[in-house]
């Protein structure tokens, strides 16, 4: 698969396919978006709500959310907010989601089954890894929204004139319901 993304990647550089996707880095719309890595996703989200190469920044990640406040997520819209421009950040879950219900004990017991030894998990441990915390899903796709937006507006680094959205979006229709 890699070696046919790669010949694909020649050919389109060669032909110049490039061109109709140039941009700068500052978004056009001043919006970032905080969503699921879903490949449902990967189009229709853009499509469904009129995005276009250079629009926003899309931040993706399993579930599409925001755990912690000094997370990966947050720092990248600190720098979208202090350097690029967004004034408005919004949050969209989806429905169907896989990471929904997901659960650190599974996911050890998925990465035994892979293979990886306990050893390895326990070393984690001692890097005060909590996998309850930092593989876990959620119940509901609206709470999950919720606490992400929730987080983000109280957030001290955040700017209070910086509006931040929740939503979900239906993972087969592209019809964005407000949270």
Not at 122 to 148: I, K, M, P, Q, T
């Amino acid at each position: 698969m890699i070696d046919d993304i790669l010949e694909f990647n020649r050919r389109f550089v060669a032909e110049r396919g490039y061109e109709r996707y140039v941009t700068d880095k500052y978004p056009d719309k001043k919006v970032a978006v905080v969503t699921c890595m879903d490949t449902r996703l990967t189009e229709l989200l853009p499509a469904a709500l009129g995005l276009r190469n250079g629009d926003a920044k899309i931040i993706k990640n399993a579930g599409g959310t925001v755990l912690k406040p000094f997370s990966t997520e947050v720092r990248s819209l600190l720098v979208g907010i202090y350097e690029l421009g967004v004034e408005d950040i919004m949050v969209i879950g989806h429905t169907d989601c896989g990471a929904q219900h997901i659960s650190g004990p599974d996911m050890i017991e998925a990465m035994k089954a892979r293979g990886i030894p306990e050893e390895r998990i326990e070393a984690c441990r001692y890097f005060d890894v909590d996998f309850d915390s930092w593989l876990c899903g959620f119940d509901s796709v609206e709470e999950s929204v919720r606490s992400s937006v929730d987080m983000l507006r109280r957030h001290p680094l955040i700017p209070e004139d910086v509006r931040v959205w929740g939503f979900i979006i239906d993972s087969v229709t592209g019809e964005l319901r407000a949270v």
